[in-house]
């Protein structure tokens, strides 16, 4: 017997990641529903192309053995030599002659005598670990030289999870569903990893963000995903691999499917602002906008803009839709939808454009993108409801950015009435006087707790917010399926008004998540919770602020429940969280309880001795989860690149200790995607590696 050297082992893990046919991109890849395989092809075990009979991937067949006879798999009669191979782990075997792939624990192959190549090949996940038996060394390819009979076993070991520094981006995130008289690109984005690890494969899988159903996958270093039929978010999931250890990347709606630019089978309205821009009664020039119909907006203005009762179907959205730059100027109303259905704003209709509606006021008074009930006669007929806003840059506002106001008017109040879906995502605020968001209602009222008028199902997502007067993001009355994640807020509370000095209130009759965000650079409070109306998650943020951490003010009756884990939190000057029973803010009730809190893994950077206080009232903190949490007086420890993206490679503050999502009293289904644990068990800072417990590289 003699062994050959099979060619760089780097290329032929590659090799095995891919194999022929899989392509860097689209080859093994669905953007359909997947099939029943388990990375979304046919593919067998290890990836390649099915052997049953009739494929053509293969020369002939292999015949199974009776294993009550000869207690192994297949075998390949017609030869003079029987050559037998035990697989050990997950891979395949691929012996030439005949040409044929062992996949099974053991198989056997009648071959002429002389010499035989074997190929050894991972499943995803897996690494070859060696030969043994007639067979020695650890190069995936060997010859072994059959007289007669030879056995040879091929032993395979899982990948461990390991810190490969890697992270993933799509060329773009908002991309069109596919239309007839569109081109391709227009519905494709590249998903791509950016890393200086010499990876060896990479498995990406889309899912979709309302239910986690695997819409496509493919093997390769990119992928190009296209949009399926319909609107829709998508996760991504990354596993990719060095040879030695896999690490798992996910991005939460990193791409966001909407309606195409195209005018085909659709009817098309125009407008063009300088003319005409205060459309009532759901009209543009007079006719009636329907369900399904794009509407196109041009030009600039300096005068009041607003839609009244424009009324689609969650089937039909009304599609409204910028023609090159679209601005309005230095008035009131800015942009307001009031008493809309099933509406879409989208600002990214040209190319050349990165926000397609530009609003801007440097003088007194309204709000730049104002969503509201308003009783005005033939124009009330419905409260407003699934209404999608992106591409939208807000400048110089007297007052807030985005107002999204579900408080009820003369005919519509918390009885009949409930703001549904809502998404605000891929907007631009900045220098604004007041909030840079502020979504739902609020009252001071303690006989409104919780308040009325609640929005169900709202996501603010990937928008940017600088230099806010007041608070960088504020929400209220959200009360289910509230997600707040991949935002960055740099700069809030600059006018230093009091008790509007947080990078982001949580006010009451909010139920959600909030995770993934960078509240940087603010001035006050960087997280103020107010007696919220149910369970909260917040989790894997980063807040850099100037006076202290977090205020959590006293529960509801409902006696929510409350996890802060995995976030960093720097500069507190008193401590990372202050639990306020008694101190009714004026919207709780003194000594409302709080049924569970559970403050874990979290990074605290600055002067504070101590990482929580319970400041006041009466609860049972036995059953509470308040350690173990990190802590580290130098803020060099939260490592900000210059683009204020926390890389945590380096920080002294980040070793030893963590909690287990069992723990906390979680499991990983209980959060919104992603992974959030690593090898050991510890709570992770999540989809973009965002938080307080990172190992190096991670």
């Known amino acids: ?20 046919g899989g392509g860097d991109t689209d080859a093994t890849a669905t953007d359909g529903p997947a099939t029943d395989a388990t990375d979304g092809t046919d593919a067998t075990s290890n990836g390649s192309a099915p052997t049953e009979a009739g494929s053509e991937a293969t020369s002939q067949p292999t015949t199974m053995s009776d294993p009550t006879d000869t207690g192994v798999g297949p075998t390949t009669e017609g030869g003079d030599g029987n050559l037998e191979v035990t697989i050990v782990g997950d891979g395949s075997v691929t012996a030439d002659p005949p040409g044929q792939t062992c996949s099974e624990a053991a198989c056997a192959f009648e071959v002429p005598a002389g010499p035989v ?111 399926p039929d319909g609107r829709r978010d998508y996760d991504v999931r990354a596993t990719l691999t060095d040879g030695q250890v896999q690490s ?86 800015l942009m307001h939808l009031i008493n809309c259905q099933h509406v879409i704003i989208d600002g990214k209709g040209s190319d050349d454009v990165e926000y397609g509606f530009t609003l801007t006021n440097t003088g007194a008074g309204g709000q730049a993108v104002f969503v509201r009930n308003y009783t005005q006669g033939s124009n009330t007929s419905a409260g407003s409801t699934d209404i999608e806003i992106f591409g939208v840059e807000i400048a110089d506002g007297p007052d807030s950015g985005f107002r999204i106001w579900n408080g009820g008017s003369d005919e519509f109040n918390a009885d009949n009435w409930t703001f549904e879906d809502l998404r605000l995502h891929h907007n631009f605020v900045h220098d ?24 169900v199902d709202a996501k603010v997502y990937r928008n940017r917010v600088e230099d806010a007067g007041w608070d960088g993001m504020q929400f209220g009355s959200c009360r289910g399926g509230l997600e707040v994640h991949d935002n960055l807020v740099t700069g809030s509370g600059h006018a230093d ?50 006076d202290a951490g977090f205020y959590l003010h006293a529960g509801q009756a409902d006696a929510p429940r409350y996890w802060l884990f995995a976030n960093s939190v720097a500069a507190p000057n008193a401590v990372g969280l202050r639990i306020n029973m008694n101190s009714a803010p004026g919207n709780c009730a003194a000594a409302a309880p709080i049924s569970e809190m559970h403050y874990a893994s979290n990074l605290i950077v600055g ?92």
């Open 1 to 20: 017997m003699r062994l050959i050297h099979a060619p760089a082992l780097a290329t032929l893990l590659l090799n095995a990641a891919c194999p022929a």
């Open 117 to 227: 190549a074997l190929t050894a090949a991972a499943d995803a996940g897996s690494r070859f670990a060696g030969w043994s038996g007639d067979c020695s060394g650890t190069d995936l390819m060997t010859e072994v030289v059959l007289e007669t009979t030879a056995s040879c076993t091929a032993t395979f070991e899982s990948l461990p999870e390991g810190a490969l520094p890697a992270s993933i981006a799509a060329s773009r995130e908002i991309v069109r569903v596919p239309a007839d008289d569109a081109p391709a690109s227009d519905s494709e984005t590249t998903l791509t990893i950016t890393t200086a690890a010499l990876l060896t494969g990479v498995h990406w899988t889309v899912l979709a963000a309302d239910d986690g159903s695997e819409i496509a996958s493919a093997d390769g270093l990119e992928y190009v995903f296209t949009c």
């Open 248 to 333: 798992t990347l996910f991005e939460r709606r990193l791409v966001t499917c909407v309606p195409p630019r195209s005018d085909a089978g659709r009817t098309v309205h125009t407008a063009d602002i300088g003319t005409a821009s205060y459309f009532q009664n759901g009209e543009i020039g007079g006719v009636k906008v329907q369900p399904g119909d794009l509407v196109r907006i041009s030009g600039q203005a300096n005068s009041d803009f607003a839609f009244f009762n424009f009324q689609g179907t969650a089937d039909a959205p009304i599609h409204i839709i910028n023609d090159g730059a679209v601005r309005n100027d230095d008035t009131s109303w």
């Open 432 to 455: 604004v006087l007041a909030e840079g968001f502020y979504v739902g209602y609020f009252t001071d009222s303690v006989d409104l707790q919780p308040p009325s008028y609640p929005i």
């Open 497 to 546: 008004e009091p008790n509007q000095r947080s990078s982001l209130q949580w006010n009451p009759g909010n139920s959600g998540a909030l995770y993934n965000n960078r509240f940087i650079g603010g001035v006050g409070v960087d997280l103020q919770v107010g007696c919220t109306g149910g369970d909260t998650k917040i989790f894997s943020n980063v807040f850099v602020h100037s």
């Open 607 to 698: 002067p504070a001795a101590e990482s929580w206080e319970f400041a006041a009232g009466d609860a049972d903190t036995a059953s509470w989860t308040l350690e173990p949490n990190l802590a580290s007086d130098d803020l060099a420890g939260l490592c900000l690149d210059d683009e204020l993206a926390p890389t945590c490679e380096s920080s002294p503050a980040l070793a030893g200790g963590g909690a287990a999502l069992a723990d906390l009293g979680l499991t990983a289904a209980d959060l919104p995607g992603g992974h959030f644990v690593d090898i050991d068990g510890r709570v992770l800072a999540g989809p973009s590696n965002f938080g307080a417990h990172q190992a190096a590289g991670q």
